[in-house]
């Protein structure tokens, strides 16, 4: 299993400004992911992050507005730049069990509010 | 991109009775997992099969994965209010592929 811990666990934000997103496994993970849930919605995968190298975004979201960073295997940010209310959603950073590829754990989540 | 169905979008049962979630696709998974979700929380992992035709056993959740592995099948027997929560059934293509998620089924329990 992984145990996975994020922070902040909930924020209100003013448009225009950013928020970043701490993750932090407690195992070393090749790939960690970010995911955003809208309210009454499904998880979409916003992007891969891997250690050492671009994160992989999937479409309909950029770096620009998404910059994530993984300095090491247990820890990575997402920011969520200039914000506005479209991106009030609960933001989950997510990794694969140790000793197992298929299975990925979840953290409790980011709930972002825009004013 | 490989769909994932889930049905029905929402169940409301008494306690007691059973209840079945389904998840279907035309397309072939490697794995499937299913997880429970509560307001407030991230999703929690129930479960992952990776056979075709494996059942797994969790307490009062019985969890099948299709012979051809392209559904699956979530059956609660005897539901109690504490089994209430969203229930997302996530596939993933191969090993290495990216996890898809269903659009979530919500189930509320009542005493």
């Known amino acids: 299993s992984a145990v996975i811990s994020q922070k902040p666990s909930r924020d209100i934000c003013q448009r225009g400004t950013s928020l970043t997103i701490q993750c932090q496994v407690d195992?070393?993970?090749?790939?960690m992911f970010w995911y955003r849930q809208q309210p009454g919605q499904s998880l979409t995968l916003i992007a891969t992050?891997?250690?050492?190298?671009?994160?992989?975004?999937e479409s309909g979201f950029v770096i620009d507005k998404f910059p994530i960073s993984r300095p090491n295997l247990t820890f990575s940010t997402l920011t969520v730049s200039n914000m506005s209310p479209e991106d009030s959603s609960i933001y989950l950073c997510?990794?694969?069990?140790?000793?197992?590829?298929?299975?990925?754990?979840f953290g409790p989540g980011t709930r972002l509010l825009v004013l | 991109t490989q769909l994932l169905e889930q049905s029905p979008q929402f169940l409301s049962i008494q306690e007691g009775e059973n209840l079945t979630v389904y998840c279907n696709s035309s397309?072939?998974?490697?794995?499937l997992q299913w997880y429970r979700q509560e307001p407030g929380e991230g999703p929690v992992l129930l479960v992952t099969?990776?056979?075709?035709?494996e059942v797994k056993k969790l307490k009062r959740l019985t969890f099948q994965f299709g012979d051809a592995r392209k559904d699956s099948s979530l059956h609660i027997t005897a539901a109690q209010p504490g089994d209430t929560g969203l229930y997302l059934c996530a596939g993933r293509a191969d090993s290495w592929g990216k996890l898809q998620f269903g659009a979530g089924t919500q189930v509320v329990v009542t005493p």
């Open positions: 195992s070393q993970v090749t790939m």
């Open positions: 992050a891997n250690q050492g190298s671009e994160a992989t975004y």
């Open positions: 397309s072939v998974f490697s794995s």
């Open positions: 997510s990794a694969p069990g140790q000793g197992s590829q298929e299975t990925q754990y």
């Open positions: 099969v990776v056979t075709g035709g």
